[in-house]
């Protein structure tokens, strides 16, 4: 079956992370505006943040808006602000009540005031639940990031704080928004697409991609389950054989 309750529990992705997309042609396949499609991906959001953590998953991380959707028109930008001010509110008690941390990352200081100010105050109000921690990436660019830990190390180099040769992976994973993250196991991407869009590109280094071939609105239970089985049922090499495995 697919259901929460059948799933095993052992061998769960200890960071899962969802690049939620399709709201727009959702909405278009509905002859309705791409903003009535955002409305309902909310409502998946809310589903899969309370199965996960129902499932036992440590940590979740969700692409809610990148670097470059800050490039669509300005009324979609205006909605997809507001949902998310309007969304913080609402789900407060939610996360309270499933004992979810909520954290961000990306460039979040480019969010328009309100925005900024609701997304701090969720997360220094959960910042003590621990059953999961939700990370919303905003703003977020992968590009971005690095161009960020590089300037950082750089400017450590300079003041003697870091000496050259002594920058390694430890290093610059610690300069990333993604400093308190472990590596991501999974990464799902809904709508059929089969690209990263600029997404954790470091943190993926090792992680399974699932691609799944409907909008995320659509998005439920079942189809989490049916990610998180067939992830259970690869086989993680990292670069080693299977017989060194066994
Ligand atoms: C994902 O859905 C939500 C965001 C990127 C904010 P899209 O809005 O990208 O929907 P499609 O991909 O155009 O259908
Ligand atoms: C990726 O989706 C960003 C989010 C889901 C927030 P996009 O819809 O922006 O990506 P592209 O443009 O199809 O690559
Ligand atoms: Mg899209």
């Not at 991380?61 to 470059?68: G, K, P, Q, R, V």
């Not at 059953?131 to 690095?146: F, V, W």
């Not at 090792?206 to 799944?212: D, H, M, Q």
């Not at 189809?223 to 067939?230: F, K, M, Q, T």
């Amino acid at each position: 079956m697919n259901t929460i309750e059948d799933l095993d529990d052992r061998n769960l992705p200890r960071h899962l992370a969802i690049i939620m997309d399709g709201n727009g042609r959702w909405a278009k396949q509905r002859h309705k505006l791409r903003v009535f499609g955002h409305e309902h991906g909310v409502k998946a959001v809310r589903e899969t943040v309370e199965n996960c953590a129902k499932i036992g998953i440590e940590y979740l991380t969700l692409y809610a808006f990148s670097t470059e959707n800050w490039n669509r028109p300005r009324i979609e930008v205006e909605t997809l602000m507001r949902l998310l001010v309007s969304s913080l509110k609402k789900e407060l008690e939610t996360l309270h009540k499933n004992d979810i941390r909520l954290d961000a990352i990306g460039n979040i200081e480019s969010l328009p005031k309100k925005a900024y100010n609701e997304l701090q105050e969720v997360i220094s109000k959960t910042k003590n639940n621990s059953k999961m921690t939700l990370t919303l990436a905003l703003s977020y660019g992968s590009r971005e990031e690095l161009e960020n830990a590089v300037k950082q190390i750089g400017i450590k180099v300079k003041n003697n704080i870091i000496s050259p040769e002594k920058i390694d992976e430890t290093i610059i994973n610690d300069h990333l928004y993604t400093r308190n993250l472990p590596d991501v196991d999974l990464l799902i991407r809904t709508s059929g697409e089969h690209r990263i869009s600029n997404f954790l590109l470091w943190q993926i280094a090792y992680a399974e991609l699932y691609f799944i071939d409907i909008f995320w609105p659509d998005f439920r239970g079942h189809h989490l389950v049916e990610a998180i089985r067939n992830y259970q049922n690869r086989e993680r090499r990292f670069g080693k054989t299977s017989e060194q495995l066994n």
